[in-house]
């Protein structure tokens, strides 16, 4: 079981062909998942069109943190195997002071290239895909050091299907504020106790 705050925002890692599309629209609402896909399908009418992955990522990531202001679950539907774009989603959900979670799908790229090989759409090069595992499997080991909060790793297709998803109950604002207004209250407090003494 993997458990997702609330109002985090959870990175989806994976090499093309590993799933993470599919993984996403069973375990979150579409309005939750933010697709790089999408997004470059949105800027130049093709989900395919590399050319556009620099204009798609700026509105995603526009979009990433609208809803992380509002304290809203968001999902980050893209390879993710790079540090320095991870890196930029971290700063985002730093800044909106959310909890960032990383699911990772490391299927063997035996499997992703032979999924890829059955798509009409979407062609992604061999050589692209083996790109992608090696930046995967540079980092994967630090993955946790980086700055999230849970990184869970899946490996197989069997896990794959078993994963389920808990989300941990959301306080709301007015919850928190009400939370950091009684320690800050609770340390007068104890000052006032220490100067009295």
């Known amino acids: 079981m993997i458990v997702v705050p609330a109002d985090a925002m959870v990175v989806l890692v994976g090499i093309a062909g590993s799933g993470k599309s599919t993984f996403a629209l069973a375990h979150f609402a579409p309005t939750e998942i933010l697709s790089s896909d999408v997004f470059r399908a949105i800027v130049a009418d093709d989900e395919a069109d590399q050319s556009a992955s620099e204009a798609a990522f700026a509105l995603l990531h526009a979009a990433l943190e609208a809803r992380l202001a509002r304290g809203r679950l968001s999902v980050v539907d893209a390879t993710n195997v790079e540090e320095w774009g991870r890196r930029q989603l ?103 106790r220490h100067r009295n003494a």
């Open 90 to 192: 971290l700063e985002i959900a730093h800044r909106r002071t959310r909890p960032a979670v990383a699911i990772v799908l490391d299927l063997p790229v035996e499997v992703c290239l032979a999924r890829l090989g059955l798509r009409v759409r979407r062609p992604v090069p061999p050589h692209a895909v083996r790109r992608q595992h090696r930046e995967l499997r540079r980092w994967l080991p630090t993955l946790g050091d980086e700055g999230f909060e849970s990184v869970s790793v899946i490996g197989s297709e069997e896990g794959v299907d078993a994963a389920t998803i808990q989300r941990a109950r959301r306080l709301s604002a007015d919850s928190a504020m009400s939370r950091r207004n009684r320690a800050r209250h609770d340390d007068a407090r104890s000052s006032d």
